[in-house]
């Protein structure tokens, strides 16, 4: 399992530099429209592999902790806030 979960690591972090590379270009507005309607769809088919990549993660997660007993739920402290 720990070689999915590196496979998967691996992949989410390979569609996020694909995802930053295609914004960066679209920025740059130097593509034809059907390049960047070519690009956005990329970017939409990525974000969504993203998304199940995170939900997965989460899942395990949260299976672990279910695991492990009791889960006291504390907002998350952001250090910049304080």
Do not use: W, Y
Request: proline share 2%; hydrophobic share 30%; with cysteine.
């Amino acid at each position: 399992m720990a070689a999915t979960s590196e496979k998967s690591l691996s992949e989410f972090e390979k569609s996020l530099e694909q995802l930053e590379q295609i914004v960066t270009r679209m920025e740059q507005g130097e593509l034809s429209l059907e390049q960047s309607l070519s690009a956005f769809e990329e970017g939409v088919r990525l974000t969504r592999s993203c998304q199940e990549t995170l939900k997965e993660a989460e899942q395990r997660v949260s299976k672990l902790i279910r695991e492990g007993g009791t889960l006291d739920q504390k907002p998350f402290e952001n250090p910049e806030q304080d």
